[in-house]
C-alpha cells in the first residue's frame, strides 16, 4: 500500500523537539528515544528508517550521503534522506514543513534531499 504523506524517522542528533511541532501539523514522525534505537550506528538507524518505510531526518551529511550511495549502488530501497544543517528548532521546522507539504511519500522514496 502506497502512502500518500512522508513519515518522518529523526536520527537521535536531531531534537525532539521538531517530532512534537510536526505531529502538531498532523505528519507522523517518530524519533530514536521513542523507537529504542539510542546508540544504534547509522546503517543500523538507516534500516530502521527503511523496515518502518520512513523517510530519515539527520544533521548527519557525510554518514548519510555515504550511506545512501551504498544503497543506490547495491539497488537497495530506502525511502528518502532528509539532510538538515543545524538551526533554531522553530527555522528547521518551518523548512521541513515545506517538504511535508509538497512532496509526496513516492516522490521521496530513494531521494536525498538538503534542508
Known amino acids: 500500500m502506497n502512502r500518500l504523506f512522508i513519515e518522518l524517522y529523526l536520527d537521535e542528533d536531531v531534537d525532539v523537539l521538531v517530532a512534537d511541532l510536526v505531529r502538531a501539523r498532523g505528519f507522523k514522525a517518530a524519533t530514536t528515544q521513542e523507537a529504542a534505537q539510542m546508540r ?38 530506502h525511502h528518502g534522506i532528509i539532510i538538515a544543517v543545524r538551526r533554531p528548532v522553530y527555522e528547521l521546522v518551518r523548512r521541513l514543513l515545506i517538504i511535508l507539504n509538497r512532496v509526496s511519500a513516492a516522490e521521496m522514496k530513494d531521494s536525498l534531499r538538503y534542508i
Open 40 to 77: 544504534n550506528d547509522d546503517a543500523e538507524q538507516l534500516a530502521y528508517a527503511v523496515k518502518h518505510r520512513a523517510t530519515l531526518l539527520t544533521h548527519n551529511r557525510v554518514h548519510f550521503e555515504t550511506l545512501a550511495s551504498e544503497y543506490f549502488a547495491v539497488g537497495t530501497t
